[in-house]
Nanobody, 116 residues
Framework: QVQVVESGGGLVQAGGSLRLSCAAS????????MGWYRQAPGKQRELVAR???????NYVDSVKGRFTISRDNAKNTVYLQMNSLKPEDTAVYYC??????????WGQGTQVTVSS
């Protein structure tokens, strides 16, 4: 019904940048909050950044000043610009899309690996 697809992950050296994209498609009435989560091996999933339809944002403290979340409502797409990447940013990054009527959809995840 609703498909969520991430792209843009990969291998990058410390200090480098990546831009993740997440596009939602299918039977969508209205998208509310969109966000990025990540999970490193042996760690709990954590919220990295999220953005409301009105463009209000929040970030986990560890990425503030380095990551920027944005969205294009016309394209049902959310982005995560990641700068000054650190090895501790290595994780699988998942896109989450909340819709109305209430539902939550997840992408398959994209691997981000930062080498030291």
């Amino acid at each position: 019904q609703v498909q969520v697809v991430e792209s843009g992950g990969g291998l990058v050296q410390a200090g480098g940048s990546l831009r993740l994209s997440c596009a939602a498609s299918g039977s969508i009435f209205s998208i509310n909050t969109m966000g990025w989560y990540r999970q490193a091996p042996g760690k709990q999933r954590e919220l990295v950044a999220r953005i409301t339809r009105a463009y209000s944002t929040n970030y986990v403290d560890s990425v503030k000043g380095r990551f920027t979340i944005s969205r294009d409502n016309a394209k049902n797409t959310v982005y995560l610009q990641m700068n000054s990447l650190k090895p501790e940013d290595t994780a699988v990054y998942y896109c989450n899309v909340d819709t109305f009527p209430v539902a939550s959809y997840w992408g398959q995840g994209t691997q981000v690996t930062v080498s030291s």
